[in-house]
């Protein structure tokens, strides 16, 4: 059974940079697409974007591009999400997720559902 946990949630300065990790437990990562997901306060949550197992990309949403970067490690069974230049609106639990409620979870799902979640980072952007 897949297991998620992410991390490197913090307090950033707007214009500043981080990342996140989301490890990837008892299944091998290689096998499976991995999607990053926000919930900001007092919204619904909201899917960026998912990485497959071959590294083809599903963008949710078009304010990702040019700012969010995910990249996968499978010898460690880690998936990372990079954000530049962050901004107060980024403000967000982040969670990551795997598409396990569909029989092929080496694929991206063309729209962000997920059977698997981790418990959420949080990022804060403030000044």
């Known amino acids: 059974q897949v297991q998620l946990v992410e991390s490197g949630g913090d307090l950033v300065q707007p214009g500043g940079s981080l990342r996140l990790s989301c490890i990837v437990d008892?299944?091998?990562?290689?096998?499976?697409?991995i999607g990053w997901i926000r919930q900001a306060p007092g919204k619904e949550r909201e899917g960026l974007l998912c990485i497959s197992y071959s590294d083809d990309l599903v963008i949710y949403k078009d304010f990702v591009k040019g700012r969010f970067t995910v990249s996968r490690d499978n010898a460690k069974n880690i998936v990372y999400l990079s954000i530049e230049n962050v901004r107060p609106e980024d403000t967000a639990v982040y969670y990551c997720a795997s598409p396990t409620n569909y029989r092929d979870v080496d694929v991206c799902p063309k729209i962000p559902s997920f059977g698997s979640w981790g418990q959420g980072t949080q990022v804060t952007v403030s000044s």
């Open positions: 008892g299944v091998s990562l290689a096998d499976y697409a």
